[in-house]
């Protein structure tokens, strides 16, 4: 019983050291947010803002252009997580049902492999050239180039899960195989797309580099915008932490309210993949 209740409270202090560690620099962005200017530096330091303002997401949002950031990564991964989806999940069912698909699938695949700094200067180029540079199809069609490939691959090992008879049985009722595909198959499939659509979310949201070289001052991402704000002779942390932690809810409530269909399509994914 003894060892059994020392083993319990190491496991429980590990965890809650483990929690507290991961956690701190969330909850540190939180109150970082609505600190006053006069706080942001102060000694020792105050875990607790004494006056919590607005000012700082005011600031970021409407005189710095964290609205049209908010905007634009909206724009850019939305966009890309609803074209990469429809061109994955057609593109995966056929590798699929077609035999020998799966060699074309890892070719397909392998085209993800490639760190983005290798496309990022023909992107440049490319763009540059067509007078597209600093706009959303710019960075959309970027993206495209990355997700599109990763959505084929995941959505291919769903498919592979889900038993051929059941479009069998659905063309032998007459539907056609599109029919089949959208009536039968994506429906039987709807776990796997959804968390197929988070990741190529959090792909387009978070991504970095590529937006830092398409764009400028018309199309401001979050992820180029926030660096804007360190400045050479002062560093905005108050504007930086408000506009982070407005970056980072989209994501978390993306995973809050689909968590129970991402965890299956997940599962179902990589087990049956």
């Known amino acids: ?34 600190k006053p200017e006069v706080d942001w530096a102060s000694f020792p330091p105050k875990l607790i803002p004494d006056r ?17 950031g908010l905007m634009d990564s909206f724009i850019i991964a939305g966009t890309n997580m609803l074209i990469s989806l429809i061109i994955g999940s057609m593109a995966g069912f056929g590798l699929s049902r077609y035999r020998g698909g799966q060699n074309i699938a890892f070719f397909i695949l392998s085209q993800r492999f490639a760190p983005a700094i290798t496309f990022a200067l023909a992107f440049f180029a490319m763009f540059s050239t067509f007078r597209l540079l600093d706009t959303h199809i710019a960075v959309i069609i970027a993206h495209l180039t990355f997700n599109i490939p990763f959505a084929t691959w995941i959505m291919k090992s769903f498919f592979d899960g889900i038993p051929k008879d059941l479009e069998e049985s659905a063309l032998v009722d007459g539907c056609s195989l599109k029919g089949a595909f959208f009536r039968v198959v994506l429906p039987v499939s709807l776990p796997g797309l959804i968390a197929t659509s988070v990741m190529l979310f959090m792909f387009s949201w978070n991504e970095f ?14 992820p180029t915008l926030i660096p804007r704000f360190y400045g050479g002779h002062d560093i905005l942390y108050g504007v930086v932490c408000a506009i982070a932690f407005l970056a980072s809810i989209p ?21 049956k993949g």
């Open 52 to 68: 919590p303002t607005l000012e700082n997401f005011y600031k970021g949002l409407f005189r710095m252009g964290g609205l049209q």
């Open 1 to 34: 019983m003894n060892k059994l209740s020392t083993y319990t409270i190491v496991r429980f202090i590990v965890i809650a050291l483990a929690i507290l560690f991961f956690a701190f620099p969330l909850y540190w962005m939180v109150t970082m947010a609505f």
């Open 209 to 222: 580099l590529i937006q830092l070289f398409l764009t400028r001052s018309a199309v401001k991402p979050l």
């Open 251 to 271: 994501p978390i409530l993306i995973v809050a309210l689909f968590q129970k269909y991402l965890v299956r399509g997940l599962t179902m994914g990589y087990i």
